[in-house]
């Protein structure tokens, strides 16, 4: 088996189910096995040290716990001394390589995200991060070899870590409020999908006193029975939102399946995610740490970069990947420019503050300070954007490329439409971009902005369009098609149905 076709850039992903037509299993016992003897002789490699200790933890998928025993197995195999934490989140695992007692020198999370429920992977960690596109094509190329460790078995032993990594993020709170029980007398509601994330209801907001009556979904159940454990999703920030809504709730939360990402819902039921949840984060990290650079991805909205300068901060609008931007703020920090945050519209943010890690329950238990501090000193967290300007239509379109070498026609397709920009009166190419092509259209053709990228993985030509005028966003797209019909391996289908 070709291995390559496992790596979905700094992860591993694969089907571990039967039951979708048409999707075969691919992470069987010997891929998953090889992968584990890959990670063995990888991190030796990496460390220089022949006695590692590696921790594994798993989301709620169906096939998370036949992974966890076969990765596990190899690995021990190899020498590897292992501690399996059963059900946990992924930023939990990475904290479990620098927490104080603990200091693995490695972790393995098993989950596919947000994907369906016959997918599963695995994301690698050591204590200075998650792993690279890189890191993953060594420890596939040792999959694929004949290569052992030569050493005498490890051990393996089960024990637990999420209780330590809850009680990290309530003493957050605590110690940022100075009270024992700072959520004490607010009405806080989780939608936890059935994935991982049902911990943070009796682990974290409990213990502050929080009334969490409302939560919904905390038992994990990977065949997700309510809806796809995704902030993205829409059936996803209906449920949170209704949550909200019936018991009358202060703040509601959600997470993604792993809790790697998260979204909220505010008292008046009003979403907070994509752009509102970059503006909200923005506006606490501009107080705490003023003029600091907000890395976002590409497909944020004017009205951001605006409310963001308006509020002090430096917008830089990067690349689509949540490893992109990561690595893009890092970057900034390594040449002396402050960047406490990189964010994805997706929910995947990372901190400064907190090792660059893209922890959803970290991005809510800032926002559970701000609420806190905001009931002592009289404002309340829909204050923080009341001035972000949000378009009135955004819509998003997936073209799928038709030929084999799709990287280079819908490169193609950018650059021809970049130089076609460039002689139309009415459009304005955006000078710094860094992904695809953005153009600026003026209030008598659209009002708005559009971006066409090549996804990072997948054949397809993502193009997102808003505008800030009702029907504009219909301009734009009727004029963007006149060009984009003209390339044949193209499926523009989905913007041709619009404009008609």
């Known amino acids: 088996m070709d291995y390559k076709k496992l790596q979905n850039g700094s992860d591993i992903r694969g089907v571990a189910l039967e039951g979708i037509e048409g999707q075969n299993v691919n992470l069987t016992e010997s891929a998953c096995k090889d992968i584990g003897r890959g990670f063995a ?21 169906l096939s998370g716990q036949t992974l966890c025993d076969w990765i596990c197995s190899a690995m021990v195999e190899q020498g590897i001394n292992i501690t399996n934490f059963g059900m946990a989140s992924t930023p939990a695992m990475f904290m479990s390589t620098v927490t104080e007692g603990y ?41 694929e070899s004949d290569e052992k ?31 024992n029980e700072p959520l004490k007398g607010f009405k806080i509601v989780v939608d936890a999908g059935n994935g991982a994330g049902g911990f943070y209801v009796d682990k974290v907001l409990k213990p502050l006193g929080a009334d969490t009556t409302g939560s919904r979904f905390l038992d994990p159940d ?9 902030p993205e999703d829409k059936d996803a920030m209906k449920s949170i939102t209704d949550a909200v809504k019936e018991v009358n709730a202060d703040f509601g939360i959600i997470f993604d399946t792993d809790v790697d ?17 970059i503006a909200m984060l923005s506006a606490i990290l501009l107080k705490e ?51 406490q945050l990189a964010i994805e519209t997706s929910g995947h943010g990372a901190l400064k503050e907190n090792y660059f890690l893209d922890d959803g329950a970290y991005l809510i238990t800032k926002l559970l300070i701000e609420l806190a501090r905001g009931k002592k000193d009289g404002y309340s967290l829909e204050s923080l954007i009341q001035t972000l300007e949000e378009p009135k ?6 073209m799928n490329i038709l030929v084999d070498d799709f990287k280079t026609y819908g490169q193609k397709v950018i650059d021809q439409l970049t130089e076609y920009a460039k002689t139309q009166k009415s459009w304005a190419l955006e000078q710094e971009n860094y992904e695809g092509v953005r153009v600026n259209l003026n209030r008598c053709n659209g009002n708005g902005w559009f971006l ?30 006149q060009f984009i019909k003209e390339f044949k391996d193209l499926d523009a289908t989905s913007l041709a149905n619009f404009v008609e």
């Not at 002789?41 to 460390?47: A, N, S, Y």
């Not at 220089?48 to 590696?54: E, N, P, S």
């Not at 637990?160 to 940022?176: N, P």
């Not at 990977?222 to 995704?230: E, K, V």
Request: hydrophobic residues 35%.
């Open 452 to 481: 066409l990228r090549l996804s990072l993985h997948d054949p397809l030509l993502p193009l997102n369009i808003e505008s800030n005028s009702k029907g504009g966003a219909k301009k734009i797209a009727t004029h963007l098609y």
């Open 103 to 143: 200091e693995f020198d490695g972790s393995v999370m098993i989950t596919a995200s947000h994907l369906p429920f016959n997918r599963n992977g695995f994301k690698f960690f050591t204590a200075q991060g998650g792993l690279e596109k890189s890191d993953i094509k060594e420890i596939i190329a040792f999959a």
């Open 261 to 277: 990402r998260a979204g909220a819902v505010l008292s008046d039921g009003s979403e907070l995610n994509r752009n509102r949840i």
């Open 41 to 61: 002789l990888w991190l030796i490699k990496k460390t220089g040290k022949k006695d590692l200790r590696v921790a594994v933890g798993r989301d709620s998928r």
């Open 149 to 179: 460790t030569g050493l005498e078995k490890g051990s393996y032993c089960q024990a637990e870590f999420m209780d330590t990594y809850s009680k990290i993020l309530a003493d957050k709170i605590r110690k940022a409020t100075g009270e």
């Open 289 to 339: 740490h003023p003029g600091t650079t907000i890395v976002t991805d590409s497909i944020t909205s004017t009205g951001l970069a605006k409310f963001i300068k308006e509020k002090g901060g430096v917008h830089h609008r990067f690349k689509r990947g949540y490893k992109n931007v990561i690595n893009e703020s890092i970057r900034l920090n390594n040449n002396g420019q402050d960047s």
């Open 393 to 398: 239509e955004s819509i998003e379109f997936r």
């Open 222 to 230: 990977g065949s997700f029975p309510n809806h796809i454990p995704n």
